[in-house]
DNA sequence: TGCTGTGAACCGTTTCACAGCT
DNA sequence: AGCTGTGAAACGGTTCACAGCA
C-alpha cells in the first residue's frame, strides 16, 4: 500500500523539498506542506473515519473518544490518534472529540468542500452502476458526463445524464469542467480514453480497467481491480488449505472455525462510503 | 500477527508439496512458510505480472527480462525481481524469465490450479455487472450462486445463474461448495449477509458494502470501496491546487501540464486482470 | 557480458508509552 | 482521573548495489 506511482527506476522523484539547486526551493507554504506531509494510508483512513463520524452524527453523538471511533472503524486508537494529528489538534484532553469538528476537519482536508465533477466513460455493466449510484457519486461528486462508443446508447439518459460520443470527451469535459474520470471501459479502449480525459483538464482518474495507465506527472490515478482482488482472496485461500492440511486438527475446510471475532481493519485496500448504498438495490435480511 | 523471522535458505527452489506424512513436531512445511512469507503487496503485483505475462503469452514472446517486465508492469525492476523471488529462483542469470514457467509458478503460487467458486449478494446495478461481468469472474473464478432480497428477482436468471434468496445463502454456499463471497448489498444488510456467508462455508469475502466486518479468524476479507477511492482522489486534487495556488508559473487548474509521463505503478489500491474487459460494452476509440 | 537473486540500507507506517492538557 | 497528542522505537516494505551465475 504504498502511495504514489513512482515514476521508473532512478528518475529521482524529488517530491518535496530536494535542494536540488532550485531557486526558492526551501520557504514552500505550510499549507501545502501539511497536505503533502498526510501519509496516503492515514487519507484513506481518513475518509473511514467520516463516514463513520456521519453515522454518529446523524445518530446524534456529539462526541467521542479515540477509543470509541477507533473501533467502529476497525483501526486501533493509536493509530486513530496519528491519523488525526495529521490534520490538527481538534481534541479535548480528557473528553475526546466533537463529533461535528472532526467531520468539518476531515472534509476539509479531504477538499470535499468543493465539489469534484465526475465523468464516467464506458457505460457496461459497470459504468452504468457507477452512473446510477446516487449513494456515492452524487455525494459530493456529482456526475457530470458520461460516455459511450456504443452509437446506441448516445444521448440516452442514465441516471439522468445523457450519454455523449467518446469523440467529445476532450470538448465536453473541458466545458463541463470535469476533474475526476472513471474509467469502466475494456482494457483496450482505457489509455486512449485516459488521454483524452487528459486533455480535457481531468486531473484524477479512477481507472477500472486492466491496465497501467501512462499519464502526465501532475495527474493522480488510483485503480481498481477486481481481477487481482480475486487473485488475492485465492491467494488466501490456498494458504488457508496448506495450512490445514498441515495442521492436525483442523482438516476439512469448511469447519465452524475458531472462537474469537476479528474486526476487520481491513489492511489492503482502503475504503468507506460517505455513507449510502453500494447500489441501488434492497437487501434486508 | 505473524513475526517469525523468515529463513531466506532455500537455494533450491523447493516444490510446493510438502510430505505431509511426516512427524508433525516442529519441523513446519516449507510451502506454508513460504505461502506466508510473501508479502501482501507482492501478492498484488503477482496478479499484475501475470496479467502481462498473459499477454506476451498470446503475443508470442517467450523470454521477458525483468526491465522489461517491469516496465511493462509500471513498477522499477529491482521490485519486480524481488517479488518474484519471494516464488522462487525462476529465471536465467544473463539471459530473462521464460513466460510461460513464470506464469506457471504464479498462477500455482496464487492458487489459481483450483478454481473457486464464487457467490455474488445483491443484485442490484453492482452485482448485476459483476454477475455479468464474464471476464473476471468466469475466468478462474465461476459464479456458482446470486443472491438477493428482492422476491422479484428470485429465479431470474442473471449471466446464466438464478437468483436466490438471501435466507438460502447458507444452504445453497455449502451445497455448491462456495469458497468466496462477494458483497454487493447496501450497507446494512452486509454484515448479516457475512455471517450467512461464513456460516456457509465461505472462507474469503470481497466486500463492496461501506462498512466494517465483523469475521471469524479465518477469514479474509478485502475491501473495495468506491466512495473512499473518490474521496482519496478529492485530497489529491485539493493538494494540487493548493500547489497551483502557491507556484508562480502554472496557477490554472486546466493547463496542458508538465512534460515527462509517468509510468502509473500505482502505489494504493492493487490491481490488475488476468485478461479481459471490464465490462460488457464496446469502447475503442 | 548481462541479467538474476539478494543482503543491507533506507524510508514510510505502525505501535508504544508517556507527557501534557482539561 | 482521563484522554489526547506525539516523540521514539519497532516493523515491514522498497530501493540500492553488487555478488553470482549463465
Redesign the interface.
Known amino acids: ?9 532512478d528518475a529521482a522523484g524529488q517530491p518535496a523539498n530536494v535542494p536540488s539547486g532550485s531557486p526558492e526551493s526551501i520557504a ?2 505550510a ?2 506542506e501539511r ?2 506531509a ?1 501519509p ?1 494510508a492515514a ?2 483512513r ?3 473515519y ?2 463513520v463520524l456521519s453515522g454518529l452524527d446523524e445518530r446524534g453523538t456529539t462526541t467521542v473518544s479515540s477509543e470509541e471511533l477507533a473501533a ?3 483501526v486501533n486508537s493509536a493509530k486513530l490518534r496519528k491519523d488525526l494529528s495529521y490534520i490538527g489538534s481538534y481534541g479535548t484532553r480528557g473528553v475526546g472529540y466533537e463529533v461535528s469538528v472532526l467531520i468539518g476537519q476531515i472534509e476539509r ?4 468542500t ?1 465539489k ?1 465533477r ?1 465523468a464516467v ?10 452512473a ?2 446516487g ?3 452524487n ?3 456529482p456526475v457530470a458526463a458520461l460516455f ?3 452509437p446506441d446508447l448516445l444521448d440516452v439518459p442514465v441516471g439522468g445524464i445523457p450519454v455523449s460520443a ?2 467529445d470527451i476532450v470538448d465536453v469535459c ?1 466545458d463541463r ?1 470535469v ?2 474520470g472513471v474509467i ?6 482505457a489509455q ?2 485516459c488521454d ?1 480525459l ?2 480535457g ?1 481531468v ?8 491496465v ?32 490445514a ?2 495442521v ?1 486438527g483442523i482438516a476439512g ?2 469447519d465452524a ?29
Request: glycine share 12%.
Open positions: 500500500m504504498t502511495a504514489h506511482g513512482e515514476g521508473e527506476r514552500v507554504p499549507a501545502r497536505a503533502r498526510i496516503e487519507v484513506a481518513l475518509a473511514v467520516l463516514r467502529f472503524a476497525g482536508t479531504l477538499g470535499l468543493k469534484h465526475v466513460v464506458g457505460i457496461g455493466n459497470l459504468g452504468h452502476a457507477l446510477n449510484y449513494g456515492f457519486l455525494r459530493g461528486f459511450d462508443l456504443d467518446v469523440d473541458r469542467e476533474t475526476i469502466a471501459t475494456p482494457a483496450e479502449g486512449e480514453v483524452r487528459v486533455e483538464g486531473v484524477c482518474i479512477l481507472n477500472f480497467a486492466p497501467v495507465l501512462r499519464v502526465p506527472e501532475h495527474v493522480e490515478v488510483r485503480k481498481v481491480d477486481l481481477a487481482v482482488e480475486m487473485q488475492i482472496l485465492s491467494f488466501h485461500v490456498a494458504r488457508r488449505n496448506q495450512e492440511a498441515v492436525p475446510g469448511t472455525g475458531p472462537p474469537g471475532d476479528r474486526v476487520n481493519g481491513n489492511g489492503n485496500s482502503k475504503s468507506a462510503l460517505e455513507r449510502g448504498d453500494v447500489d441501488g438495490m434492497v437487501v434486508r435480511p
